[in-house]
C-alpha cells in the first residue's frame, strides 16, 4: 500500500463546482471512510483518486509520484465500484484472477493469489461455482476478491457492502 496525498483538490461539472478545496493525506496502511449523503461528492472524490475522471483544479499523489496527468492504468489502483460486475461465464476463480490473466502473471502465482484472498474472505469452497449460483452478499465478496489479487499500491471501495 502506499501513500494517498489530495491538496486542494476541485471538480466543476461546468459552471457547478462540485468538490471545493479537498485536502486530506492517507498514510501507507491507513484505512479511510467517506461518509456523507447522497450526491455530496464521495464517489466523484475516489473515481479522482482512480484517474477515472479529471480534477479541476489540485493535485493527487501516490506515494511519491504526482498522478494528475496519469491515465488509471499507470496508477496501480484496484477499485471495487458499487455494481460490481462479475462475467457470468467464469468461475469465482477465474472472476478473482481475470485482471492477473490479462497481465500474464504465471499460473501459479494467479492460483497462489486467487487461493489467498479465497481464504482471507471465506470463498475457498465457492471458487468452482459460476457467479449465478452466489449470493449477493458471496457476490460482493468476488468482487472484493478480484481487487486483492491484484496487490496494487491503493485499494478503493465505492459502496462495495451496499
Do not use: W
Amino acid at each position: 500500500m502506499s501513500k494517498v496525498n489530495i491538496q486542494n483538490v476541485y471538480k466543476s461539472f461546468g459552471e457547478t463546482e462540485v468538490l471545493k478545496d479537498i485536502s486530506v493525506a492517507i498514510d501507507d496502511g491507513e484505512f479511510l471512510v467517506l461518509v456523507g449523503p447522497s450526491g455530496c461528492g464521495k464517489s466523484t472524490l475516489l473515481r479522482m483518486i482512480a484517474g477515472l475522471e479529471d480534477i479541476s483544479d489540485g493535485q493527487i499523489s501516490i506515494g511519491d509520484k504526482i498522478v494528475n496527468n496519469l491515465p488509471p492504468k499507470e496508477r496501480d489502483i484496484s477499485m471495487v465500484f458499487q455494481n460490481y460486475a462479475l462475467y457470468p461465464h467464469l468461475t469465482v476463480a477465474q472472476n478473482m484472477g481475470f485482471s492477473m490473466m490479462l497481465a500474464n502473471a504465471p499460473k501459479q502465482e494467479q492460483d497462489l493469489r486467487v487461493g489467498e484472498a479465497a481464504i482471507i474472505l471465506g470463498l475457498t469452497e465457492l471458487l468452482e461455482r459460476k457467479p449465478k449460483q452466489l449470493s449477493g452478499g458471496q457476490r460482493q465478496r468476488v468482487a472484493m476478491g478480484r481487487a486483492i489479487v491484484r496487490n496494487p499500491k491503493v485499494f478503493l471501495f465505492d459502496e462495495p457492502l451496499s
